[in-house]
């Protein structure tokens, strides 16, 4: 299964790269990012489109796989790496990555929920607390 989702992740970056059309900028009712981040046992980039929210002159990015008992491999990849590269639209940046916890990570949680189409119930659906990282322009 991982393969059809990777090989997805691969057609959805290459069509948010080629064209502008909201159908690939959002996703949930949210704005769609592409995320570069290292992976931490290929040492290769990996592109993966993330829905995200715009938070102190940063963006959002939730771990949250469906309400998946498993965390996503890109979340995984991004907790062992300090700086990712993200594409919001025709912007690229170099970003620092801090996963949040506490208030701060609730907080953003809750606009995810709210915010997003999905998300509502996906903390209903799972056991672990599903995770939120900010990514902030270096």
């Not at 990996?46 to 940063?58: A, K, Q, R, W």
């Not at 965390?71 to 594409?87: K, V």
């Not at 990555?97 to 996906?122: H, K, M, N, Q, S």
């Amino acid at each position: 299964m991982s393969k059809v989702i990777r090989t997805g992740a691969n057609v959805h970056a290459a069509l948010y790269r080629r064209f502008s059309a909201p159908a690939f900028r959002r996703m949930a009712g949210l704005p769609v990012l592409l995320l570069t981040v290292r992976g931490r046992r290929s040492g290769r980039e990996i592109t993966t489109p993330v829905c995200y929210i715009e938070s102190d002159g940063g963006y959002a990015v939730t771990g949250s796989a469906g309400g998946s008992d498993a965390e996503p491999q890109w979340f995984r990849n991004l907790r062992a790496a300090p700086t990712a590269t993200i594409e919001v639209g025709d912007s690229r940046h170099v970003v620092t990555v801090r996963i949040l916890d506490g208030e701060e990570r609730d907080a953003l949680w809750r606009r995810f929920a709210a915010e997003g189409t999905t998300f509502g119930g996906y903390e209903e659906k799972t056991e672990r607390r599903i995770p939120v990282a900010l990514l902030t322009p270096a």
